[in-house]
């Protein structure tokens, strides 16, 4: 009986492995190959910056978060902050959370938005009639 029953725990042990790996690649799928390198990159820059002012990477605050983007605001475009932004979540979310929901960080981050984003560039919807004149 004995050896039955750790035949059944290897199995289960094994069969448990496979599931875990799978649920790794399934997590990583989440992302694509693309946005993990583009989050790498923001993460990397973050941590320059954090160095070049002498401020711990990770744990970051939401203080030193928002000085991060201030002091990249203009000299990168807003949708480049939001992508930093993201990496810098993504990567607390892994280790240590990061609360951005304080009414001072959402202030700044409102702030740069309205006053570095530029308008989209619309543009005048395709008719029948300038198919027909392309043509």
């Known amino acids: 009986m004995g050896s039955e029953l750790s035949k059944v725990n290897v199995t ?14 399934y997590g990583e799928a989440a992302k694509a190959l693309n946005t993990r390198r583009a989050y790498a990159s923001d993460w990397q820059h973050f941590c320059g910056w954090c160095r070049e002012h002498g401020i711990a990477a990770h744990p970051a605050t939401p203080g030193v978060v928002a000085a991060y983007l201030t002091d990249n605001a203009g000299k990168l475009s807003v949708a480049t902050l ?9 990567h607390h979310d892994e280790r240590n959370p990061i609360d951005l929901t304080g009414q001072a960080f959402r202030d700044v981050w409102a702030g740069i938005r309205r006053q570095h ?6 543009k005048r919807a395709l008719v029948t009639a300038d198919l027909r004149t392309r043509s």
């Open 12 to 25: 289960a042990v094994s069969t448990m492995e496979s599931i875990v790996t799978k649920a790794k690649a």
């Open 82 to 90: 939001g992508r930093r932004l993201a990496a810098i979540r993504a």
């Open 117 to 122: 984003a530029t308008r989209p560039n619309k």
